[in-house]
């Protein structure tokens, strides 16, 4: 009879702890963010954050060439990943969620090293994510799979960036899934 | 003839180009397409196709279909316009094919490109598909180049919704000036049948964009999609039909 015995020393489950930052900031003067190797969540509300506790200014007009988002409030990050799959990118999803009715929370994810790139808005449009559809930082063949530098912009969507209530308040999350590794191995 | 058909320019001065999908008792095929000087770009799973049923009673239109690829492109290209210092053109659109749009998703249908770069970008004109807050009831938003000092880009989204089904859209794109903001872009979104010029749906005035100086590529079909567009429309299709371009004339129907 065989006995089939491994130790598992590491886990796939999410570290609950991690980096903590507060509102973004905007194109010119970003809020970095750590490489998305730890796990780690920031938050604001882009209805408050603003100069005199106003809303924050607009800071992308049109995503992706054609997205019209010039009259909503938003918060900007930064955000250096390596390579989809590789060591330096452990974070496996990147959420948003928001306590503000009528406020689809979204994110923007881009690449771009220059305060212009991040104005600019793509294209290269990168991935989005809402309150219902987390940005997934595991796929290979998606426009933000390769190392690089990224903004992350935080605003409401195309469809609510004419109305006076697109801002709110939102929270950033992102997971720390530390990949399985076989530490011990034995066959009796 | 079962070509698509060049029309004949009986506006010489005034006229570009203009594109039908004529079809005959042959097959909608590819031979459709060859009218388009520059040829079609089905670039990264984009797929552009004659299929039957042209969207103005003819026999065929254009598909148009994207990959799942951010680079994916489904377009037929025209390189005849010569720096247009003004440019009009229409196409017909049916985006009655798509699957209901969400708050994520976008399309270019048609863009009108510079020859040479200025301020980092080509483009002049890009008009897209986009959603309304009312599911199953599309948009159209358009981007074009202008001296802002910073993107270098503006953004502009119809106050009037497409209709479901065929969609008529005409475009009237005016270049500034040298050293001046009076470039202007005015647009009719299922205009009434008539040659004679209506108001327009809507317009957009004080442009400077003249360091892009005019239109010399076009592109009908569809491109830079969005990457929610890329996962959840993929293998969708757009119908086309009917394209006309000119310099000066209101084109109408």
């Known amino acids: ?80 990943l390596a390579a989809a799959g590789s060591a330096g990118r452990t974070a496996t999803s990147l ?36 309150k219902t559809s987390a940005i997934d930082l595991t796929a290979t063949d998606v426009a933000v799979a390769t190392a690089g530098t990224y903004y992350l912009v935080i605003g409401a969507n195309q469809v609510e960036a004419k109305a006076a209530t697109a801002c709110g308040d939102y929270n950033l999350t992102w997971n720390n899934a530390l990949p399985v590794k076989l530490q011990g191995f034995s066959v009796h | 003839m079962k ?40 670039i990264s799973g984009g797929t552009v196709t004659a299929v039957a049923g042209g969207l103005d009673g003819s026999a065929c239109a254009m598909s148009a279909a994207l990959g799942t690829a951010a680079t994916s492109q489904a377009s037929v290209l025209d390189t005849s316009p010569a720096n247009e210092a003004r440019y009009r053109f229409q196409f017909l659109v049916d985006p009655s094919h798509v699957t209901t749009l969400t708050a994520q998703d976008s399309v270019a249908l048609f863009s009108a490109t510079n020859q040479t770069v200025a301020h980092g970008r080509k483009g002049i004109i890009l008009v897209g598909l986009v959603p ?52 202007s872009i005015r647009y009719w979104i299922n205009a009434p049948a008539g040659a004679t010029e209506p108001a327009p749906t809507d317009s957009v005035t004080g442009i400077d964009n003249s360091a892009w100086v005019g239109t010399k590529l076009a592109s009908l079909g569809l491109g830079s999609p969005s990457p929610h567009w890329s996962s959840a429309h993929h293998g969708e299709a757009v119908l086309f039909d009917t394209f006309d371009s000119r310099r000066q004339t209101y084109i109408g129907h």
């Not at chain 1, 929370?105 to 994510?129: E, I, K, R, S, V």
Request: proline share 3%; glycine share 12%.
């Open chain 2, 132 to 183: 309304t807050a009312t599911a199953g009831i599309d948009n159209i938003s358009f981007s074009y180049s202008c001296n802002n000092g910073t993107t270098y880009k503006c953004i502009h989204t119809s106050p009037v919704n497409l209709v479901a089904g065929v969609n008529r859209i005409e475009f009237d794109v005016q270049m500034a000036t040298v050293g001046n903001a009076n470039g």
């Open chain 1, 95 to 130: 959420s948003i969620s928001s306590t503000t009715a009528a406020f689809s929370a979204t994110m923007y994810l881009f690449p771009g090293t220059t305060a212009a790139d991040c104005a600019n808005g793509g294209p290269p449009c990168g991935q989005t994510g809402d």
């Open chain 2, 3 to 42: 070509s698509f058909q060049m029309k004949a320019l009986a506006l010489a001065v005034l006229g570009l180009a203009g594109f039908g999908l004529a079809g005959s008792a042959m097959a909608c095929d590819a031979t459709n397409l060859a009218a388009w000087n520059g040829g079609a770009a089905a």
């Open chain 1, 1 to 80: 009879m065989k006995n089939v015995a491994m130790l598992l020393l590491a886990c796939s489950c999410a570290s609950a702890m991690g980096s903590v930052y507060a509102a973004g900031g905007t194109c010119a003067a970003p809020v970095a963010l750590s490489p998305l190797n730890a796990a780690g969540s920031a938050s604001g509300n882009t209805c408050t954050d603003g100069s005199g506790g106003g809303a924050t200014a607009n800071q992308v007009a049109s995503y992706c060439g054609i997205q019209d988002l010039s009259n909503q409030p938003q918060e900007v990050y930064s955000v250096t």
